[in-house]
């Protein structure tokens, strides 16, 4: 269970020279956006996204410890610990030294910590989409699927195994169908159209519900909820299934995270 344990920061503190920037930053756990009223992250003036270390505790779920005396802060994971200086460009984990290119810092009375090398130390993929402004920070075992330009995540509680991924090149398209891994059946199929393809003359002629899930000036990525799998709604149980299938893709459309820049 994580602790929070911090002491007083006095506000006599050793001013420091930085600059702060590009407070508009997002960041995604695990396909949830992190609330910027409560973490407050930004990018420093060496492209590093920082983030307060109460946000290593309260969201990756880890102790967290501030020492006043040693400017130090250290964050635990069962036998597992990093440890990181204020105004020091090196981070330990289990006491194996990494040189950074950037450094924590306090800003409003409270450190802010560089997310890249501590979510990274912690065991977490992290990645930048500099056109969205966004940082994805994902466990490795969540993701279901990736190309070089998107990304899906399992549902909570859920995990790769239970799914099979079949994706499609066509000259025009990629057409990614999520599979249910048992009876290897398609729950539903999202496919990466030319955007000029989709405006002129797709768009126009698709005869099923869809969602458009992501859209530049290229391509358009469209949820399209084709699956094999047959209910009948007047049987409870099959009903429940159906419901259930459409919040697991529903939870697997809203992880999408962007990877085109």
Same mark, same amino acid.
């Given at each position: 269970?994580k602790?929070?344990?911090?002491? #007083?920061?006095?506000?006599?503190?050793?001013?420091?020279?930085? #600059?702060?920037?590009?407070?508009?930053?997002?960041?995604?756990?695990?396909?949830?956006?992190?609330?910027?009223?409560e973490?407050?992250?930004?990018?420093?003036?060496?492209?590093?996204?920082?983030?307060?270390?109460?946000?290593?505790?309260?969201?990756?779920?880890?102790?967290?410890?501030?020492n006043?005396?040693?400017?130090?802060?250290?964050?635990q994971?069962?036998?597992?610990?990093?440890?990181?200086?204020?105004?020091?460009?090196?981070?330990?984990?289990?006491?194996?030294?990494?040189?950074?290119?950037?450094?924590? #810092?306090?800003?409003?009375?409270?450190l802010f910590?560089?997310?890249?090398y501590?979510?990274?130390?912690?065991?977490?993929?992290?990645?930048?989409?500099?056109? $969205?402004?966004?940082?994805?920070?994902?466990?490795?075992?969540?993701?279901?699927?990736?190309n070089?330009?998107?990304?899906?995540?399992?549902?909570?509680?859920?995990?790769?195994?239970?799914?099979?991924?079949?994706?499609?090149?066509?000259?025009?398209?990629?057409?990614?169908?999520?599979?249910?891994?048992?009876?290897?059946?398609?729950?539903?199929?999202?496919?990466?159209?030319?955007l000029?393809?989709?405006?002129s003359?797709?768009k126009?002629?698709?005869? #099923?519900?869809?969602?458009?899930?992501?859209?530049?000036?290229?391509?358009v990525?469209?949820?399209?909820?084709?699956?094999?799998?047959?209910y009948?709604?007047?049987?409870?149980?099959?009903? $429940?299934?159906?419901?259930?299938?459409?919040?697991?893709?529903?939870?697997?459309?809203?992880?999408?995270?962007?990877?085109?820049?």
């Amino acid at each position: 269970m994580k602790k929070w344990i911090v002491a #007083v920061m006095g506000l006599c503190l050793m001013s420091t020279s930085y #600059v702060f920037a590009h407070d508009d930053v997002k960041i995604s756990l695990n396909g949830a956006l992190v609330s910027n009223d409560e973490y407050a992250p930004f990018i420093d003036e060496n492209g590093r996204t920082m983030i307060s270390i109460r946000w290593v505790g309260d969201e990756l779920q880890f102790d967290t410890h501030w020492n006043e005396t040693t400017q130090t802060a250290t964050v635990q994971n069962g036998t597992d610990f990093i440890k990181l200086e204020r105004n020091n460009h090196k981070i330990s984990k289990n006491n194996t030294v990494i040189e950074m290119d950037t450094m924590p #810092v306090l800003k409003n009375n409270r450190l802010f910590v560089p997310l890249k090398y501590v979510s990274q130390c912690l065991g977490f993929d992290v990645i930048w989409n500099k056109k $969205e402004n966004m940082v994805y920070v994902m466990q490795p075992e969540r993701i279901l699927w990736k190309n070089k330009n998107y990304g899906l995540l399992t549902p909570k509680g859920h995990n790769q195994s239970e799914y099979q991924i079949e994706e499609k090149n066509f000259d025009t398209r990629t057409v990614i169908n999520i599979k249910d891994a048992k009876s290897k059946g398609i729950l539903f199929s999202i496919t990466d159209f030319a955007l000029d393809d989709w405006e002129s003359d797709i768009k126009q002629n698709i005869s #099923v519900p869809y969602e458009v899930l992501y859209q530049d000036d290229k391509n358009v990525l469209v949820c399209i909820p084709v699956t094999d799998v047959q209910y009948n709604p007047q049987n409870k149980e099959e009903a $429940e299934q159906y419901t259930k299938l459409l919040d697991t893709k529903k939870q697997i459309c809203d992880s999408l995270f962007v990877l085109k820049t």
